[in-house]
């Protein structure tokens, strides 16, 4: 999954919450991205899935745990790097 695509489907969470149709998002996706908006019928399919309660941006528990590793490990490289430099 790209960081394009998971910035439009965070896009699509959000005005998903503000109660816009999946056709309301997808005008303005295509505003924003123009060529590289999602598909019409990925936005429908997220859009969908958020207004069924679905929190997570991912596509599977993987990439969910992949993230969370990460951001993990970040937080220790920054913590290590800082104490050396103290």
């Not at 896009?11 to 999946?22: A, D, E, H, T, Y």
């Not at 303005?28 to 958020?50: E, I």
């Not at 599977?60 to 490289?77: D, F, K, L, R």
């Amino acid at each position: 999954m790209s960081e394009l695509e998971l910035e439009q489907r965070t896009n699509i969470k959000f005005l998903v919450k503000l109660g816009r149709s999946g056709n309301e998002i997808r005008k303005m996706l295509v505003q924003v991205y123009g060529d590289n908006a999602m598909k019409k019928t990925a936005v429908y399919k997220w859009a969908k899935r958020f207004s069924e309660g679905r929190e997570s941006t991912y596509t599977s528990y993987i990439h969910t745990c992949i993230q969370i590793y990460i951001h993990i490990y970040h937080a220790y490289v920054n913590t290590y790097m800082h104490y050396i430099h103290t």
